[in-house]
C-alpha cells in the first residue's frame, strides 16, 4: 500500500486528502501520480470506483500555477452531471492550493458561464459541445491549458463526440500533457487515443475481471412481460438503500418511474430530455435520500458517484458489454460492497454470453421471486425495524398498554396486527410498460460498434441547439451505423 506522501505531492494537497479521509492512494493512483508528475501522456485504465479522478486531478493541480488567473488544465466528460462531480472533486482537493475548477456545460445560461470564465478559474470541466461553443464565441481561451484530460476516455473517442475531441485538442498548444482515463477502453478506441498523444505510458491496473469483485452479478431469465412486477419484487425482499435502474429508452425509464410510484415507491426518472434543472434537482433528491430509486437511461451509466447506491438493475440489459461495466459500477465503490441484477429475456441469452465473455465476470442465476417472496421480505424490513428498536428504545412507558392488548387477544395475533401496520403492503395497480425489441447478439461483426446508442435522447443533451447538420446518427458514408452525437 502507497502512503500519498510518497508520491511527491505538495503539502497543501496532502493536507486536503487527508481532510477528505483519504489514507492511502489506490492502486491506479499510486501508479499514475508520479508518472504524469514527470510529465509524461498516460492512459490509465482501471476498474470503476477505484479513483481516478484524484489520479488524473493531483498531477494536474500540481502543475498549475493559482497565480495566474488562466485557464491551465482542462478535462473534457461526457455528461454534464459528471462534470459537476469532477469540478466539485477538484475543488476539494484543491482547497489548500488557491487553485479553483469551474464546470462549463450545456443547458445552464450562457451569460452566467461566460461571467464566471470571466473570473479566472485555473481549471476548467466541461462538456465537449458546450466547450466548442464558447471556443467559438472566444468566450474561453484554451491556449495556455497545459494538461488536457479526457475522463471516460474511450466515449469520448467513440463516435458521437470524437469529430468535437478532435476540434477541442486542436485549439490546445501541441506541448500540452494529455492524460486519459476510463474503466474500459476497446482496443480499436486505444488506437485512436495514441494518436492523439506523445508516446503515451499505458497504466493498466491489473485486475482478472474488467469488473469490480465486490459487487455479486446475477441475471434472471424472464419475458418482458414480467420484468415490472419481477423488480418490484426484488425492490421489497432488498429493500436497497438507493437503487438504480437502467432502462433502454426514455420512454421506459418515464414508464417504469411512473409506474413505480404509482405502485408505493419513491422513484423518479433521469434521461437526456429532461431539463437540466430538472435532472439537477432529481439527482439530488437522490443523493439526499429524499428519492430510494433512480431510473436512468445510460446517462447516468458513466462516472457518477453516489455513496449508499447498493443495488444496480438492468432493466433493459445494455447492448455494449462496456456500458454493463460502467452501469454496474454505480454500486461497489471505494471498496464497499453491491449487487447487479440483470434482467433478460429467453431471446437475450446469447447476448449474457457477451457481456460475460468481454467483462471476464460471471453472473449467477436468480429465479424470478414470488409475490409471496416479497411479502415475506418487506415483513423482514419490518422484524428489523422492530429489533433495532428494541435494542435502542426505552419502550417501559408501552408496557401498560401492552399488557392491556395481551389481556384480550393471545400474542401472536396482537405482534401480527402491528406488523400488518407497520409492513408496506402489495399494490398490484396494474403498470403497462412498452415493449422493448430484444437486443440481439449480431453474427460476424463486432456488436458494440454497429450500436446506435442514444443515451441522450433525439435531441442529444443539448435541448434542441447545435443540433442540425453533421453526424446526426442514422449511416455514415460507409454505410456503418453511427452513433448518434450527444451535443452539449
Ligand atoms: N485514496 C482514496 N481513499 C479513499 N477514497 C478514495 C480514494 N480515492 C478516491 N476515493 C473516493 O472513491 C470514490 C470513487 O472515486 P472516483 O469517482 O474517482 O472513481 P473512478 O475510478 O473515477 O470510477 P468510474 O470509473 O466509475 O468513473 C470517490 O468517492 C472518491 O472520493
Ligand atoms: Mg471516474
Keep these: 500500500m502507497t502512503k500519498f506522501n510518497e508520491l511527491g505531492i505538495s503539502n497543501p494537497i496532502l493536507k486536503a486528502l487527508e481532510n477528505m479521509g483519504f489514507e492511502e492512494a489506490t492502486p491506479i493512483q499510486a501508479e499514475t501520480i508520479p508518472l504524469a508528475m514527470e510529465g509524461n501522456d498516460v492512459i490509465g485504465q482501471a476498474q470503476t470506483g477505484t479513483g481516478k479522478t484524484a489520479a488524473f486531478g493531483i498531477p494536474m493541480l500540481e502543475k498549475i500555477d493559482p497565480k495566474q488567473r488562466k485557464v491551465q488544465g482542462l478535462v473534457v466528460a461526457p455528461t454534464r452531471e459528471l462534470a459537476i462531480q469532477v469540478a466539485e472533486e477538484l475543488n476539494r482537493i484543491a482547497k489548500f492550493t488557491g487553485i479553483r475548477a469551474l464546470s462549463v456545460f450545456g443547458g445552464q445560461h450562457m451569460d452566467r458561464q461566460i461571467k464566471a470564465l470571466k473570473d479566472g478559474p485555473q481549471i476548467v470541466v466541461a462538456t465537449p459541445g458546450r466547450l466548442l461553443d464558447h471556443m467559438r464565441r472566444k468566450t474561453i481561451r484554451i491556449d495556455m491549458v497545459e494538461v488536457a484530460i479526457l475522463d471516460e476516455a474511450d466515449e469520448m473517442l467513440n463516435m458521437g463526440f470524437i469529430d468535437d475531441i478532435r476540434d477541442i485538442l486542436k485549439g490546445i498548444p ?156 454505480r454500486t461497489g465503490r471505494a471498496g464497499r460492497t453491491g449487487e447487479a441484477i440483470s434482467f433478460i429475456t429467453p431471446r437475450e441469452m446469447a447476448h449474457l454470453q457477451v457481456i460475460e465473455r468481454t467483462t471476464k465476470s460471471k453472473m449467477k442465476r436468480l429465479t424470478p421471486p414470488t409475490n409471496q417472496d416479497a411479502q415475506r421480505g418487506q415483513q423482514q424490513v419490518t422484524l428489523d425495524k422492530i429489533r433495532k428498536t428494541i435494542e435502542k428504545a426505552e419502550l417501559k412507558s408501552y408496557h401498560e398498554t401492552a399488557n392491556e392488548l395481551l389481556e384480550d387477544h393471545d400474542s401472536v395475533t396482537v405482534i401480527s396486527a402491528a406488523l400488518k401496520m407497520l409492513t408496506k403492503e402489495r399494490r398490484d395497480t396494474p403498470v403497462k410498460i412498452s415493449s422493448a425489441a430484444p437486443i440481439s447478439v449480431k453474427k460476424g461483426k463486432d456488436n458494440r460498434r454497429s450500436n446506435n446508442k442514444r443515451p441522450f435522447g433525439k435531441r442529444g443533451q443539448g435541448g434542441g441547439r447545435n443540433q442540425g447538420g453533421r453526424n446526426q446518427g442514422g449511416r455514415n458514408r460507409k454505410g456503418n451505423f453511427q452513433k448518434r452525437r450527444n451535443r452539449d
Design 174 to 329: 501541441e506541448e500540452r500533457q494529455t492524460l486519459l482515463f476510463s474503466a474500459t477502453m476497446p482496443k480499436e478506441i486505444r488506437d485512436i487515443a495514441t494518436n492523439l498523444m506523445k508516446e503515451p505510458k499505458e497504466i493498466k491496473v491489473k485486475a482478472k475481471e474488467m469488473t469490480v469483485e465486490n459487487i455479486d452479478q446475477y441475471f434472471i431469465e424472464i419475458p418482458e412481460k414480467f420484468k415490472f412486477d419481477t423488480l418490484n419484487n426484488h425492490l421489497d425482499i432488498n429493500s436497497p438503500e438507493l437503487a438504480i435502474v437502467f432502462a433502454r429508452t426514455k420512454k421506459r425509464v418515464d414508464e417504469v418511474a411512473e409506474g413505480l410510484q404509482t405502485r408505493g415507491y419513491r422513484a423518479e426518472g433521469i434521461h437526456g430530455d429532461l431539463t437540466q434543472g430538472k435532472r439537477m434537482s432529481v439527482l439530488n433528491k437522490f443523493k439526499n435520500n429524499r428519492v430510494d430509486v433512480l431510473v436512468a437511461t445510460d446517462v447516468a451509466a458513466r462516472g457518477l458517484d453516489i455513496s449508499g447506491v447498493t443495488h444496480v438493475y438492468n432493466f433493459d440489459i445494455p447492448q455494449d458489454p462496456e456500458s454493463y461495466v460502467h452501469r454496474i459500477g
